[in-house]
């Protein structure tokens, strides 16, 4: 039976619809080699939403999300629609709303760079001789941004301000069980980092990943403290394989991994929302790590690999194709090995290619 998904394909703005038809592209051969197709919805988002519908998120696009297997996200915003309202700007009134209709929980994020690419890494080079790759697994939806109460008032004469961090067990596990999930189709080395020795959330983290980790016997499972894993991070971020943790703790530490992978325009992310019954996929959004990076956007030389490797993950998580995932990912890391440049990435060095966004993906494309 020859196997078809439905994906929405929602490119955005600026170098987001550059880079999205490179995708595509790639996408395309990887159907080809590995015997399966995608029905594509094209559906407007962001600014471009605005200018033909008024709306950064209109009901058309989410009802075409609604009828898929996953969304592939270029990026969106730009200098346009700055001052509109808050409500209605690109990110704030497409993003955050499609995270939250699809109960988007789970974020993973890839910090890799390359062998060849060491140079872009503020991190000592002799201490990652071989480069690394690490996933950060956070959790989207819960912990102290959204828990109540939260408020500010007046105590003993001055003003006070709290928040609440709070996790049900159910939602620890959840998450736990992508990052284990995802640990099993990797190095089967998990990470969990928590502050199990302050905080009372982070107790009930630990007990859950313990637990959880009997499900998982093939995967080896540590811990650590936060504020240990924010500097082991810098010191060896080769050690690692997958790291899981709750939501404000991963913004941070996610953030610090893609710094010190050293090159945006490399960087994939996932959110994934609804498991779907009887399998280790999820409903998901796939998007590049960097925004629409206006300045650059028109002129063909956006780097297409963060959305090209989008696409990977996508086929990974929410379709079950990973083989053709690893074919894009080998053939990514075969095009940089063999000294392909976008701008963003390039030294000036003799053994490179400087190449532009469609010469990069024809460069992907012949090493697939
Ligand atoms: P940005 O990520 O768009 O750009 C930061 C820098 O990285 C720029 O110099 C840009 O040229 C470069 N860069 C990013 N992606 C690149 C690529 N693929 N190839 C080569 N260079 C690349 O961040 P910003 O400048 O802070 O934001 C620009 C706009 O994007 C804003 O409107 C912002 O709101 C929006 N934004 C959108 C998203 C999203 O859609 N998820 C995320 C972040 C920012």
Redesign the pocket.
């Known amino acids: 039976m020859s196997r078809t998904y439905r994906i929405a394909v929602l490119a ?1 703005d ?2 987001g619809p550059e ?1 999205m038809t490179e995708s595509l592209r790639v996408l395309d051969a990887v159907e080809a080699k590995f015997g399966f197709s995608t029905t594509r919805s094209t559906q407007l988002v ?1 600014g471009a939403a605005i200018d033909a519908t008024g709306h950064p998120l209109p009901k058309e696009t989410i009802s075409a999300c609604e009828q898929s297997d996953a969304i592939l996200f270029g ?4 200098p346009k629609w ?1 001052s509109l309202p808050p409500d209605i700007q ?2 704030r009134g497409a ?1 955050l709303p499609l995270r939250k209709h699809f109960g988007l929980f789970a974020n993973l994020r890839p910090g890799v760079c390359l062998p060849s690419l060491t140079h872009a890494s503020p991190v000592k080079n002799e201490l990652i001789p071989h480069g690394f790759d690490v996933l950060c697994v956070r959790e989207l939806t819960g912990g102290v941004y959204f828990g109540t109460p939260k408020g500010r008032e007046e105590r003993d004469g001055e003003p006070v301000a709290f928040d609440t961090m709070i996790y049900r067990k159910s939602e620890i596990q959840r998450i736990l069980r992508v990052a284990f999930a995802a640990a099993m189709g990797r190095g089967k080395r998990l990470v969990s980092v928590d502050k199990a020795n302050v905080l009372a959330t982070s107790v009930l983290w630990r007990e859950t990943a313990i637990e959880i980790a009997r499900e998982f016997p093939e995967v080896t499972l540590s811990h650590l403290y936060v504020d240990n894993a924010a500097m082991q991070l810098v010191r060896r971020p080769d050690s690692f394989d997958v790291l899981v943790t709750e939501n404000l703790f991963g913004d941070i530490l996610s953030d610090e991994m893609a710094m010190i992978s050293g090159s ?2 490399m960087l994939p992310s996932a959110s994934l929302g609804a498991r779907k019954e009887g399998t280790d996929l999820y409903f998901g959004m796939y ?2 790590s ?7 956007a028109g002129q063909g030389i ?3 690999i ?1 959305q090209v490797l989008s696409a990977a993950m996508m086929l990974r998580y929410s379709l079950g194709e990973p083989a053709a995932a690893d074919a894009i990912d080998a053939a990514v890391a075969r095009t940089i090995d063999d000294g392909f440049r ?3 990435i390039a030294t000036g060095a003799p053994t490179e290619t400087r190449v532009g966004t469609a010469a990069m993906a024809d460069a992907i494309l012949a090493r697939l």
């Open positions: 955005g600026g170098i880079v962001g990026s969106v915003g730009g700055e690109p990110e993003l945006l325009g998007e590049p960097g925004g629409s990076a206006p300045d650059i956006a780097n297409p963060a976008t701008g963003d």
